[in-house]
Protein backbone atom coordinates (compact mmCIF):
# COMPACT_ATOMS: atom_id res chain seq x y z
CA UNK A 1 0.00 0.00 0.00
CA UNK A 2 1.35 3.58 -0.59
CA UNK A 3 0.13 6.93 0.68
CA UNK A 4 0.48 10.23 -1.49
CA UNK A 5 1.00 12.95 -0.13
CA UNK A 6 1.51 16.61 -0.52
CA UNK A 7 5.23 17.80 1.18
CA UNK A 8 6.17 22.08 2.14
CA UNK A 9 9.81 22.36 3.38
CA UNK A 10 10.70 24.67 6.22
CA UNK A 11 13.88 25.63 5.60
CA UNK A 12 14.44 27.66 9.19
CA UNK A 13 13.02 24.49 11.02
CA UNK A 14 14.84 21.79 8.67
CA UNK A 15 10.90 20.26 8.60
CA UNK A 16 9.08 18.97 5.92
CA UNK A 17 4.87 18.79 6.54
CA UNK A 18 3.11 16.58 4.21
CA UNK A 19 -0.69 16.51 4.32
CA UNK A 20 -2.52 13.39 3.20
CA UNK A 21 -4.28 12.89 -0.71
CA UNK A 22 -4.86 9.07 -0.67
CA UNK A 23 -3.73 5.72 1.14
CA UNK A 24 -4.80 7.59 4.36
CA UNK A 25 -7.22 9.70 6.13
CA UNK A 26 -7.37 12.81 3.58
CA UNK A 27 -6.22 16.12 4.71
CA UNK A 28 -4.81 14.57 7.80
CA UNK A 29 -0.95 16.34 8.56
CA UNK A 30 1.76 13.96 8.02
CA UNK A 31 4.88 15.29 10.01
CA UNK A 32 7.96 13.83 8.66
CA UNK A 33 10.91 15.86 11.01
CA UNK A 34 13.92 14.21 8.65
CA UNK A 35 16.65 17.02 7.31
CA UNK A 36 16.83 14.66 4.42
CA UNK A 37 13.26 15.41 2.99
CA UNK A 38 14.07 19.28 2.55
CA UNK A 39 14.11 19.94 -1.13
CA UNK A 40 11.01 17.72 -1.43
CA UNK A 41 8.25 19.65 -2.30
CA UNK A 42 4.62 19.31 -4.34
CA UNK A 43 3.40 15.87 -4.31
CA UNK A 44 4.90 12.70 -3.46
CA UNK A 45 3.96 8.86 -3.30
CA UNK A 46 5.53 7.32 0.00
CA UNK A 47 5.23 3.53 1.08
CA UNK A 48 3.73 3.10 4.09
CA UNK A 49 6.43 0.36 5.02
CA UNK A 50 9.77 2.40 4.34
CA UNK A 51 7.83 5.90 4.86
CA UNK A 52 10.18 8.56 5.23
CA UNK A 53 13.58 6.89 4.63
CA UNK A 54 12.39 5.12 1.24
CA UNK A 55 11.76 9.00 0.15
CA UNK A 56 14.98 10.25 1.81
CA UNK A 57 17.01 7.01 -0.29
CA UNK A 58 14.89 8.22 -3.62
CA UNK A 59 16.02 11.82 -3.40
CA UNK A 60 19.61 10.45 -2.72
CA UNK A 61 19.62 8.60 -5.64
CA UNK A 62 19.08 11.71 -8.19
CA UNK A 63 21.95 13.40 -6.33
CA UNK A 64 24.08 10.43 -6.69
CA UNK A 65 23.05 10.40 -10.35
CA UNK A 66 23.86 14.26 -11.09
CA UNK A 67 27.11 13.52 -9.12
CA UNK A 68 28.16 10.89 -11.64
CA UNK A 69 26.81 12.75 -14.94
CA UNK A 70 28.78 16.10 -13.52
CA UNK A 71 32.07 13.98 -12.08
CA UNK A 72 32.47 12.74 -16.14
CA UNK A 73 31.57 15.33 -18.11
CA UNK A 74 34.03 17.43 -16.44
CA UNK A 75 36.99 14.31 -16.16
CA UNK A 76 36.58 14.27 -19.90
CA UNK A 77 36.18 18.00 -20.64
CA UNK A 78 39.19 18.63 -18.57
CA UNK A 79 41.22 15.85 -20.25
CA UNK A 80 40.52 16.66 -23.34
CA UNK A 81 41.77 20.50 -22.35
CA UNK A 82 45.01 19.69 -20.74
CA UNK A 83 45.95 18.40 -23.89
CA UNK A 84 45.13 21.17 -25.89
CA UNK A 85 47.53 23.59 -23.53
CA UNK A 86 50.32 21.51 -23.25
CA UNK A 87 52.06 22.90 -26.38
CA UNK A 88 51.75 26.26 -24.61
CA UNK A 89 50.38 28.53 -27.43
CA UNK A 90 49.16 31.85 -25.93
CA UNK A 91 45.19 32.09 -27.21
CA UNK A 92 44.02 35.79 -27.55
CA UNK A 93 40.54 36.11 -26.63
CA UNK A 94 39.49 39.59 -27.41
CA UNK A 95 38.02 38.51 -31.32
CA UNK A 96 35.15 37.13 -29.20
CA UNK A 97 34.24 40.59 -27.18
CA UNK A 98 34.57 40.61 -23.78
CA UNK A 99 30.95 41.41 -22.67
CA UNK A 100 30.47 37.99 -24.04
CA UNK A 101 33.57 36.70 -22.87
CA UNK A 102 32.27 37.67 -19.42
CA UNK A 103 28.29 36.57 -19.85
CA UNK A 104 29.26 33.18 -20.74
CA UNK A 105 32.16 32.61 -18.07
CA UNK A 106 29.96 34.10 -15.16
CA UNK A 107 26.80 32.13 -16.04
CA UNK A 108 28.49 29.61 -16.23
CA UNK A 109 30.25 29.65 -13.08
CA UNK A 110 26.66 30.36 -11.29
CA UNK A 111 25.06 27.08 -13.16
CA UNK A 112 27.72 25.51 -11.65
CA UNK A 113 27.58 26.81 -8.09
CA UNK A 114 23.64 26.10 -7.98
CA UNK A 115 24.42 22.59 -9.18
CA UNK A 116 26.64 21.95 -6.38
CA UNK A 117 24.18 23.75 -4.11
CA UNK A 118 21.80 21.40 -4.80
CA UNK A 119 24.40 18.19 -4.53
CA UNK A 120 25.64 19.10 -0.98
CA UNK A 121 22.93 21.43 0.63
CA UNK A 122 19.86 20.95 -1.03
CA UNK A 123 17.90 22.78 1.12
CA UNK A 124 19.62 25.81 0.01
CA UNK A 125 18.31 25.29 -3.73
CA UNK A 126 14.44 23.79 -2.95
CA UNK A 127 12.73 27.45 -3.19
CA UNK A 128 12.92 26.83 -7.42
CA UNK A 129 12.21 23.24 -7.13
CA UNK A 130 9.22 21.53 -9.45
CA UNK A 131 7.40 18.23 -9.12
CA UNK A 132 8.33 16.06 -11.88
CA UNK A 133 7.29 12.24 -12.05
CA UNK A 134 10.13 9.73 -10.91
CA UNK A 135 10.51 8.02 -14.54
CA UNK A 136 11.30 11.79 -15.72
CA UNK A 137 14.11 12.66 -13.53
CA UNK A 138 15.64 8.83 -13.97
CA UNK A 139 15.30 9.93 -17.55
CA UNK A 140 17.76 12.67 -17.10
CA UNK A 141 20.44 10.19 -15.84
CA UNK A 142 20.06 8.56 -18.82
CA UNK A 143 20.15 11.64 -20.65
CA UNK A 144 23.44 12.90 -19.02
CA UNK A 145 25.58 9.17 -19.97
CA UNK A 146 24.74 9.79 -23.36
CA UNK A 147 25.81 13.37 -23.51
CA UNK A 148 29.41 12.37 -21.68
CA UNK A 149 29.53 9.82 -24.27
CA UNK A 150 28.55 13.03 -27.15
CA UNK A 151 31.49 15.16 -25.18
CA UNK A 152 33.82 12.73 -25.74
CA UNK A 153 33.07 11.68 -28.89
CA UNK A 154 33.36 15.05 -30.14
CA UNK A 155 36.62 16.31 -28.05
CA UNK A 156 38.06 12.81 -29.53
CA UNK A 157 37.64 14.31 -32.87
CA UNK A 158 38.25 18.31 -32.54
CA UNK A 159 41.45 17.15 -30.33
CA UNK A 160 44.16 19.45 -29.86
CA UNK A 161 41.96 22.34 -32.39
CA UNK A 162 40.20 22.77 -28.84
CA UNK A 163 40.18 26.27 -27.43
CA UNK A 164 37.43 27.91 -25.29
CA UNK A 165 37.43 30.92 -27.16
CA UNK A 166 36.94 31.96 -31.15
CA UNK A 167 40.57 32.37 -32.14
CA UNK A 168 41.99 29.40 -34.29
CA UNK A 169 45.27 28.04 -33.44
CA UNK A 170 48.66 27.99 -35.43
CA UNK A 171 47.95 24.71 -36.69
CA UNK A 172 44.36 24.71 -36.58
CA UNK A 173 43.03 22.25 -38.82
CA UNK A 174 39.47 21.23 -39.96
CA UNK A 175 37.70 18.59 -38.31
CA UNK A 176 34.62 17.02 -40.83
CA UNK A 177 34.56 14.11 -38.91
CA UNK A 178 32.77 11.85 -36.14
CA UNK A 179 30.05 14.55 -35.02
CA UNK A 180 30.95 17.10 -37.38
CA UNK A 181 30.06 15.15 -39.85
CA UNK A 182 26.73 16.24 -39.31
CA UNK A 183 26.87 19.23 -37.56
CA UNK A 184 29.37 22.56 -36.79
CA UNK A 185 29.06 22.99 -33.13
CA UNK A 186 28.39 19.12 -31.36
CA UNK A 187 30.11 20.22 -28.38
CA UNK A 188 27.55 22.86 -27.39
CA UNK A 189 24.52 20.74 -28.36
CA UNK A 190 26.16 18.31 -25.80
CA UNK A 191 26.63 21.51 -23.50
CA UNK A 192 22.85 21.70 -23.80
CA UNK A 193 22.17 17.96 -23.11
CA UNK A 194 23.84 18.30 -20.09
CA UNK A 195 22.10 20.96 -18.85
CA UNK A 196 18.58 19.42 -19.33
CA UNK A 197 20.13 16.02 -17.27
CA UNK A 198 20.92 18.51 -14.58
CA UNK A 199 17.31 20.36 -14.90
CA UNK A 200 15.69 16.81 -14.76
CA UNK A 201 17.32 15.01 -12.18
CA UNK A 202 17.71 18.02 -10.29
CA UNK A 203 13.68 19.05 -10.52
CA UNK A 204 14.98 22.60 -10.55
CA UNK A 205 14.07 25.61 -12.73
CA UNK A 206 16.55 27.63 -11.61
CA UNK A 207 19.19 25.22 -12.60
CA UNK A 208 17.55 25.01 -15.98
CA UNK A 209 16.88 28.57 -16.68
CA UNK A 210 20.64 29.51 -15.82
CA UNK A 211 21.79 26.70 -18.59
CA UNK A 212 19.92 27.54 -21.27
CA UNK A 213 20.95 31.15 -20.44
CA UNK A 214 24.56 29.27 -21.20
CA UNK A 215 23.27 27.86 -24.03
CA UNK A 216 22.14 30.77 -25.79
CA UNK A 217 25.20 32.90 -25.10
CA UNK A 218 27.08 30.01 -26.48
CA UNK A 219 24.80 29.95 -29.39
CA UNK A 220 25.33 33.88 -30.00
CA UNK A 221 29.17 33.49 -30.15
CA UNK A 222 28.67 30.49 -32.73
CA UNK A 223 28.85 32.87 -35.75
CA UNK A 224 32.14 34.54 -34.92
CA UNK A 225 33.84 31.20 -34.50
CA UNK A 226 32.31 30.08 -38.08
CA UNK A 227 33.65 34.10 -39.56
CA UNK A 228 36.81 33.15 -38.02
CA UNK A 229 36.93 29.65 -39.67
CA UNK A 230 35.89 30.89 -42.99
CA UNK A 231 38.84 33.52 -42.71
CA UNK A 232 41.22 30.54 -42.05
CA UNK A 233 39.97 27.74 -44.25
CA UNK A 234 37.92 29.89 -47.00
CA UNK A 235 36.24 27.76 -49.77
CA UNK A 236 36.96 24.55 -47.95
CA UNK A 237 35.14 25.99 -44.89
CA UNK A 238 31.80 27.06 -46.88
CA UNK A 239 31.44 23.79 -48.61
CA UNK A 240 31.55 22.07 -45.29
CA UNK A 241 28.61 24.52 -43.91
CA UNK A 242 26.71 24.22 -47.16
CA UNK A 243 26.44 20.61 -46.52
CA UNK A 244 26.21 20.69 -41.87
CA UNK A 245 23.45 21.83 -39.94
CA UNK A 246 24.40 24.45 -37.39
CA UNK A 247 23.42 22.82 -34.18
CA UNK A 248 21.25 19.93 -35.82
CA UNK A 249 22.11 17.66 -38.81
CA UNK A 250 20.86 19.25 -42.29
CA UNK A 251 17.89 16.60 -43.50
CA UNK A 252 17.81 17.83 -46.87
Not at 174 to 195: F, I, M, N, Q, S
Request: with cysteine; glycine share 8%.
Amino acid sequence: MTVRVHCRENHQRRKTTCWCESGCRPGDELPLQVSSLIGVSGWQTIDDETGASGLMMEQAGYRLALTVVMVLALATAGYFRFQSVKSGEQISRQDEGWWLFLAIRLSGLVLFVATLMFLVAPEMMAWASVPLPDFVRWAGGVLGLLSVWLVYWTLSHLGTNLTDTVVTRAKHTLVTTGPYRWVRHPYYVATLLLVCSALLLSANWFVGLVGVLVFVLLAIRSPIEEQRLRERFGGEYHRYAARTGRFLPRLW
